[in-house]
C-alpha cells in the first residue's frame, strides 16, 4: 500500500480536476474504442509470462509430464490413471476433483477410451502411468498378509498343514523375533529420508511380484532389504532400518 505523506497530499484535487473533465472523457472514450478496434494487445513479455504461469499451473500436464508415458502404442485403464492421478495430487497437494472429471479431462486431450481386455473395463489409449498408488499397495499388501494369517489359524484349528504353512510360519517366528531384537538396538543412523525412499522401493517390488505372479510374503521383502541395507549400514543398525522401512509399507 502507497501512503502519501501528509505535505504532499493535493486537498484540492477534486476541484482541480473538474476543468479537465472533458478532456479525461475524451481519453476515456480513445481508449474504449482503441479496446474495441484492436483488443488488448498485451506486449511479448506479458503474453509469455502468463502463458508461463498457466502453464505452471496446468494439473494434468503436470501429472502426465513427471508420472505418465505418452505415445501411439501405450494404453491404460482408467482405475490405473486414476489411482496414479490421486497418489500424485496427493503427495503434490493438488486439488484431486472427481474420477468422473478426471476423465473427461483425459479425453478433452485426445485420448480415445474405449472398452478392452476381456473384462471389457474402459481404458484409454496413447498414454500409460507409470506412478502406483503407494497407499492402495500398502493397503492391498496388508490385506493379504492378513489373509494369510486367517488362512493359518484356520489350518491350526484344523489340525491339517497346507502347503506352505510350515515354511509361512517359521518365517513370520523369523519376522517376529527380529522386530524385538531391533527394539533392543540404539537409535539408527538410517534418516527418515531414506526410509521413505527405501518405502517406495519396497511397495515397486511389491508390484513386481505381483506383474509376476509370484508368491511372497513380508519375510521374502525383509530379506531383499537386508540384502540392500547391508552395504549401507552398520551391521548392527540393519534389523532397526528394516523394521522402520515395514513399518511404512505395512502403515504400522
Known sequence: MVTIPESEVVKSLSDDLKVERPGILRWMIDGCLMWQRDGLNPPKIVRDATRDYLESEDTMQNFFEDCCVVGKNMYD?????????????????????????????????????????SSRTLHYFGIRCIRENRKKTAEELKQKMEEERLRQAAAGKSGTVPQGTAKSKAAANKHKTMRQAALKLKAPSFTSGRAREMHTWSLNWISEQEAANRTFGTADLETELRITLREELPANEVEAAIKQVMDLVLGV
Open 77 to 117: 485403464s482408467l482405475e490405473h490413471l486414476w489411482d496414479g492421478y490421486v497418489d500424485w495430487c496427493e503427495d503434490c497437494r493438488e486439488f484431486i476433483g472427481t474420477k468422473k472429471a478426471f476423465g473427461q479431462k483425459l479425453k478433452d486431450r485426445g485420448y480415445e477410451s474405449r472398452p478392452y481386455t
